[in-house]
């Protein structure tokens, strides 16, 4: 327990002060709760004693003012305590929620800065699901701690104090089968756990896959797979609902076997309080006392053992999110790491290795240098390593020997945010938000100006797509940009790298899956946003790099040849043949992703 409290308690260690006040409300209601009792009891007391002895009072109006008193302290009391119970909730709801956000808050920052190959061996939905799950457990058990534990705590104690000082042996009886209680309570709710762990598990696999399957809507459709991932969810909710049942049945065992020692020590109070008050040890209005203290002291019992399982199920939530935080990051920036406004765009590849695992060598001693402004393309089959190039030069992964420089420094002596903002990416399949075309232009710039970014979608060549829309730059995109062509979502992510004014450009595949028509105004574009920008091109059509400083032919993780496309055609090699074969082809039929592919 106590290693969960410490993890827990970096949440809560700015709400001290409103925890502490939370304490002070909970004392002062209950302290007045705790009153209403006594009045009430003296109430029927006056009423089955001193209304038949008048003599203890100078008149009749004496009585009734003594009992008026007593029905307005008793008002009064109540009163006061619903006060103070106002002010508790109302800090024990917005200290919880803030905690809440708070978990959520550190959990999110920490994914979002994990590397990449973290996020490439997760379900974001599974992801997800911790991280919400773990609020909604940690919210609940913070705001049932403050609202619940100390109260009770603080109300059994005043209550046995109370009845130890008026009766030591009623105290006994009342707390002598508070252990039992206890050692039963602990002996369910750790099967809760286990469970709850269980469906905790299945409902995040349930949202790895609902989520990944909505996320891929089209592919679904288009194979026709609604059934088999509806039948992939329902097997998952069935694997929950099955858990729950279990979860069901030992709640009930619990409850059951905590109203028998319950209602056990209640009888057992009253009778024997019944028995002093017939010795005349006690008077009936403290038995009647008694009898609602018992409540006092075992309703909370009910409540703490309620709150103990909400416990074991808000462990096993912050079990899992301790495990995602553990989690480390393995690519980061350095202490005083370099922030440069702007790079010159020098870039140096030196004897560079890469594999993603022991099995396969990715990239093979692998070095080439781009002088600043100007343009290399990288052409190669696929898995040959050309996308590897480009994640390893934007620090998505370390190479496994050699390094990366950037104006003759490590880019590892770089802040990676920094370098990040300097460099402009163009994928083949570039993700959209489900907002505006202009907040998706200006994502990663986002004080960019609404003049900033018509130009940036001018120079994108958008500005004649923009013409047909009725909403021009403020057009919603829907998920992932499904309202947009191809090529009409390429010009968008093509004005999100304008706008940023990058030093460094890279294009990896940004034209490999458009048609024609596409095709030519996206290489319009790159002509337009790459003058004097140093310019990396991955590509698998050679009339896209034709125009290139040098080019790059890759097969298998290594440079096979190298130079301008002139030089390598005169060279009469693998460069000259493949171009010459994806010409001939391409006259010979219409374009295709797939039989480019197949040629280069």
Same mark, same amino acid.
């Given at each position: 327990?106590?290693?969960?409290?410490?993890?827990?308690?970096?949440?809560?260690?700015?709400?001290?002060?409103?925890?502490?006040?939370?304490?002070?409300?909970?004392?002062?209601?209950?302290?007045?709760?705790?009153? *209403?009792?006594?009045?009430?009891?003296?109430?029927?007391?006056?009423?089955?004693?001193?209304?038949?002895?008048?003599?203890?009072?100078?008149?009749?109006?004496?009585?009734?003012?003594?009992?008026?008193?007593?029905?307005?302290?008793?008002?009064?009391?109540?009163?006061?305590?619903?006060?103070?119970?106002?002010?508790?909730?109302?800090?024990?709801?917005?200290?919880?929620?803030?905690?809440?956000?708070?978990?959520? %808050?550190?959990?999110?920052?920490?994914?979002? @800065?994990?590397?990449?190959?973290?996020?490439?061996?997760?379900?974001?939905?599974?992801?997800?699901?911790?991280?919400?799950?773990?609020?909604?457990?940690?919210?609940?058990?913070?705001?049932?701690?403050?609202?619940?534990?100390?109260?009770?705590?603080?109300?059994?104690?005043?209550?046995?104090?109370?009845?130890?000082?008026?009766?030591?042996?009623?105290?006994?009886?009342?707390?002598?089968?508070?252990?039992?209680?206890?050692?039963?309570?602990?002996?369910?709710?750790?099967?809760?756990?286990?469970?709850?762990?269980?469906?905790?598990?299945?409902? +995040?696999?349930?949202?790895?896959? @609902?989520?990944?399957?909505?996320?891929?809507?089209?592919?679904?459709?288009?194979?026709?797979?609604?059934?088999?991932?509806?039948?992939?969810?329902? *097997?998952? %909710?069935?694997?929950?609902?099955?858990?729950?049942?279990?979860?069901? !049945?030992?709640?009930?065992?619990?409850?059951?076997?905590?109203?028998?020692?319950?209602?056990?020590?209640?009888?057992?109070?009253?009778?024997?309080?019944?028995?002093?008050?017939?010795?005349?040890?006690?008077?009936?209005?403290?038995?009647?006392?008694?009898?609602?203290?018992?409540?006092?002291?075992?309703?909370?019992?009910?409540?703490?053992?309620?709150?103990?399982?909400?416990?074991?199920?808000?462990?096993?939530?912050?079990?899992?999110?301790?495990?995602?935080?553990? +989690?480390?990051?393995?690519?980061?920036?350095?202490?005083?790491?370099?922030?440069?406004?702007?790079?010159?765009?020098?870039?140096?590849?030196?004897?560079?290795?890469?594999?993603?695992?022991?099995?396969? +060598?990715?990239?093979?001693?692998?070095?080439?240098?781009?002088?600043?402004?100007?343009?290399?393309?990288?052409?190669?089959?696929?898995?040959?390593?050309?996308?590897? !190039?480009?994640?390893?030069?934007?620090?998505?992964? +370390?190479?496994?020997?050699?390094?990366?420089?950037?104006?003759?420094?490590?880019?590892?002596?770089?802040?990676?945010?920094?370098?990040?903002?300097?460099?402009?990416?163009?994928?083949?399949?570039?993700?959209?938000?489900?907002?505006?075309?202009?907040?998706?232009?200006?994502?990663?710039?986002?004080?960019? @100006?609404?003049?900033?970014?018509?130009?940036?979608?001018?120079?994108?060549?958008?500005?004649?797509?923009?013409?047909?829309?009725?909403?021009?730059?403020?057009?919603?995109?829907?998920?992932?940009?499904?309202?947009?062509?191809?090529?009409?979502?390429?010009?968008?992510?093509?004005?999100?790298?304008?706008?940023?004014?990058?030093?460094?450009?890279?294009?990896?595949?940004?034209?490999?899956?458009?048609?024609?028509?596409?095709?030519?105004?996206?290489?319009?574009?790159?002509?337009?946003?790459?003058?004097?920008?140093?310019? !990396?091109?991955?590509?698998?059509?050679?009339?896209?790099?034709?125009?290139?400083?040098?080019?790059?032919?890759?097969?298998?993780?290594?440079?096979?040849?190298?130079?301008?496309?002139?030089?390598?055609?005169?060279?009469?090699?693998?460069?000259?043949?493949?171009?010459?074969?994806?010409?001939?082809?391409?006259?010979?039929?219409?374009?295709?992703?797939?039989?480019?592919?197949?040629?280069?």
């Amino acid at each position: 327990m106590f290693k969960y409290i410490k993890f827990l308690s970096q949440y809560f260690q700015k709400e001290r002060k409103n925890i502490a006040l939370i304490f002070v409300f909970v004392m002062l209601s209950q302290s007045f709760s705790l009153l *209403e009792p006594v009045f009430y009891t003296r109430i029927l007391d006056r009423f089955l004693r001193d209304s038949h002895n008048l003599t203890k009072f100078p008149t009749e109006h004496a009585f009734f003012v003594a009992l008026g008193i007593t029905v307005l302290a008793w008002i009064a009391s109540a009163f006061a305590a619903r006060i103070f119970k106002n002010f508790q909730q109302y800090y024990v709801n917005t200290v919880s929620d803030r905690i809440g956000i708070n978990v959520f %808050n550190h959990a999110y920052e920490h994914v979002i @800065s994990l590397p990449i190959q973290f996020h490439a061996n997760q379900k974001t939905g599974e992801v997800f699901r911790k991280i919400s799950k773990a609020r909604e457990d940690i919210t609940t058990l913070f705001g049932v701690a403050f609202d619940k534990i100390f109260q009770n705590v603080f109300s059994i104690s005043i209550v046995l104090i109370y009845i130890f000082i008026r009766e030591w042996r009623v105290g006994v009886i009342a707390i002598i089968l508070v252990p039992v209680f206890i050692i039963a309570t602990s002996f369910f709710t750790k099967r809760v756990k286990k469970i709850q762990g269980d469906i905790n598990k299945s409902n +995040e696999r349930l949202f790895g896959t @609902s989520f990944e399957a909505l996320n891929h809507i089209e592919v679904v459709k288009s194979f026709a797979s609604e059934e088999h991932e509806i039948n992939q969810v329902r *097997e998952d %909710n069935k694997v929950t609902h099955d858990n729950v049942k279990k979860k069901t !049945i030992a709640y009930q065992q619990l409850f059951f076997v905590q109203g028998t020692i319950v209602n056990l020590a209640r009888v057992s109070l009253i009778w024997f309080g019944s028995v002093l008050a017939f010795k005349g040890v006690l008077t009936f209005a403290d038995v009647i006392l008694f009898g609602v203290y018992s409540f006092v002291i075992y309703q909370p019992l009910y409540d703490l053992g309620d709150i103990y399982a909400k416990y074991q199920e808000g462990v096993s939530a912050v079990d899992r999110l301790q495990t995602l935080l553990s +989690e480390k990051a393995t690519i980061f920036s350095k202490p005083n790491a370099l922030k440069p406004k702007k790079l010159q765009g020098k870039i140096e590849f030196k004897n560079v290795s890469f594999n993603y695992s022991q099995e396969r +060598e990715i990239l093979k001693n692998v070095s080439f240098k781009v002088e600043p402004g100007k343009k290399l393309a990288i052409v190669g089959f696929s898995g040959s390593g050309k996308s590897t !190039i480009v994640k390893l030069l934007l620090r998505f992964y +370390e190479p496994t020997t050699g390094e990366i420089l950037i104006d003759g420094k490590n880019i590892a002596d770089y802040n990676l945010q920094a370098l990040h903002k300097r460099i402009g990416l163009v994928l083949q399949d570039n993700i959209l938000f489900n907002t505006t075309l202009s907040e998706n232009i200006r994502y990663g710039t986002f004080k960019a @100006s609404d003049t900033e970014v018509e130009a940036s979608a001018n120079r994108a060549y958008l500005s004649d797509f923009l013409k047909k829309l009725s909403l021009g730059l403020d057009t919603l995109v829907g998920e992932r940009g499904v309202k947009l062509s191809g090529g009409e979502r390429q010009r968008v992510a093509i004005a999100r790298s304008i706008i940023k004014k990058p030093d460094i450009l890279i294009f990896d595949e940004a034209t490999s899956s458009l048609d024609s028509h596409s095709e030519e105004m996206i290489k319009e574009a790159i002509s337009q946003v790459s003058k004097d920008v140093t310019t !990396i091109t991955v590509a698998h059509r050679f009339s896209t790099v034709v125009n290139a400083d040098e080019i790059i032919l890759l097969e298998a993780g290594e440079i096979s040849e190298r130079g301008n496309h002139k030089e390598l055609l005169a060279k009469k090699g693998r460069y000259a043949s493949l171009y010459q074969l994806q010409t001939q082809r391409q006259a010979e039929e219409p374009y295709s992703p797939s039989t480019i592919d197949n040629i280069a």
